[in-house]
């Protein structure tokens, strides 16, 4: 497959909401000819007022301003942006609620991605949605500068274009985007290509020291989980980053039933005990990273649209690996014994919830 030649000039990998907010708002003060903003929630709140502001500063200055939001993650409407769309900016809400008695299948099906893109140069993409409820989470955001923004645009265009589309993608085949060391890799819901989850488990089926997984909520297929018992049986170093409790109790009851079956397979699991852990990323034997908007679990696989990049980037692996070792400085090893001896109605309560895991 050719690959598109793209510069990269600069990168920089955040962690902590604040830095990578006063770095995003910089951006956009400085934005000359477009701001193209992709994220699941943006709150009506301090932080997202303080966005809302910069981008109609910027709109009203002659700047291009394209918002695509999640109707899910939001809980306005276009009024909210009413002195931004009066001076040229255009807000659109990907595929709004709908009250049917296919409630389900209809909503489910949201978009999960997350881009900042400025003027060609500037790109911002990874884990965090613009909230000020998240403002104390650990995430990993990383900002590029360089001419691979305009791989970012495509597809930044691709999905401003179908937000309205109900896309069911069982013959519906986005062809992966190679930058140089990087390749980006795009899903649309599908229950039959679900490209995402099988790159990551080409990736863990090669590992040969280790594999690091950092993810907010855990819920792996089978298939998945037999690549990482696969590896660690081959010797692989196989580590799991977890918050100790994140914001979906539901997940952590339904994910704890598993955490047996990965120790006793060796598998490590490290929770992070500070705040919440949202980041969302991948290192393989310190040379290949992966970053972007996915979970591992069937949701964001299945039914949601999602985007990740991966490469080999020696500058960007280091700064991963610098990332972990931050992260780990606050965790806690897994502790089987005191997960033994979990309260039974938390046991229960995984074994209910397991019918409704495609839902999490």
């Given at each position: 497959?050719?690959?598109?030649?793209?510069?990269?000039?600069?990168?920089?990998?955040?962690?902590?909401?604040?830095?990578?907010?006063?770095?995003?708002?910089?951006?956009?003060?400085?934005?000359?000819?477009?701001?193209?903003?992709?994220?699941?929630?943006?709150?009506?709140?301090?932080i997202g007022l303080l966005f809302r502001d910069a981008l109609t500063k910027a709109a009203a200055r002659g700047v291009q301003v394209k918002l695509l939001l999640d109707s899910w993650g939001v809980s306005y409407n276009e009024?909210?942006?009413?002195?931004?769309?009066?001076?040229?900016?255009?807000?659109?809400?990907?595929r709004k609620i709908l009250y049917t008695f296919d409630f389900f299948t209809k909503n489910h099906?949201?978009?999960?991605?997350?881009?900042?893109?400025?003027?060609?140069?500037?790109?911002?993409?990874?884990?965090?949605?613009?909230?000020?409820?998240?403002?104390?989470?650990?995430?990993s955001v990383i900002r590029l500068t360089g001419g691979i923004t305009l791989v970012f645009k495509r597809s930044f265009l691709d999905s401003y274009r179908i937000y309205k589309k109900y896309i069911f993608n069982k013959f519906t085949f986005k062809k992966s985007k190679y930058i140089d060391q990087f390749i980006l890799v795009e899903d649309m819901p599908s229950i039959y290509r679900q490209r995402i989850k099988t790159k990551l488990e080409r990736l863990i089926s090669r590992a040969k020291r280790e594999i690091i997984i950092?993810?907010?909520?855990?819920?792996?297929?089978?298939?998945?989980?037999?690549?990482?018992?696969?590896?660690?049986?081959?010797?692989?170093?196989?580590?799991?980053?977890?918050?100790?409790?994140?914001?979906?109790?539901?997940?952590?009851?339904?994910?704890?039933?598993?955490?047996g079956f990965y120790h006793s397979n060796n598998i490590s699991l490290i929770f992070y005990s500070i705040n919440n852990l949202h980041a969302k990323l991948l290192l393989i034997d310190d040379e290949t990273f992966g970053i972007g908007s996915p979970n591992i679990d069937y949701r964001s696989f299945r039914y949601q649209h999602e985007?990740?990049?991966?490469?080999?980037?020696?500058?960007?692996?280091?700064?991963?690996?610098?990332?972990?070792?931050?992260?780990?400085?606050?965790?806690?090893?897994?502790?089987?014994?005191?997960?033994?001896?979990?309260?039974?109605?938390?046991?229960?309560?995984g074994w209910l919830l397991l019918p409704f895991r495609h839902m999490f």
């Open positions: 497959m050719p690959r598109q030649a793209a510069t990269l000039t600069s990168h920089r990998l955040y962690s902590e909401p604040a830095r990578f907010y006063e770095a995003m708002l910089h951006d956009i003060e400085q934005a000359e000819r477009y701001i193209y903003l992709e994220t699941y929630k943006f709150g009506n709140d301090e009024l909210f942006f009413s002195e931004l769309i009066g001076l040229g900016g255009e807000v659109r809400f990907f099906r949201r978009n999960h991605r997350k881009f900042l893109l400025i003027d060609d140069h500037v790109s911002y993409m990874g884990s965090a949605n613009i909230t000020g409820y998240s403002l104390q989470w650990r995430e950092e993810t907010p909520y855990f819920l792996p297929g089978y298939k998945m989980r037999k690549c990482l018992v696969e590896a660690a049986r081959r010797g692989v170093r196989v580590k799991i980053i977890l918050p100790r409790h994140s914001d979906v109790r539901s997940i952590d009851l339904l994910s704890s039933k598993y955490y985007v990740m990049l991966f490469g080999t980037h020696k500058g960007i692996v280091e700064e991963v690996r610098n990332h972990v070792n931050e992260t780990m400085v606050n965790c806690l090893d897994f502790d089987h014994q005191s997960w033994m001896r979990r309260p039974k109605i938390e046991k229960l309560l």
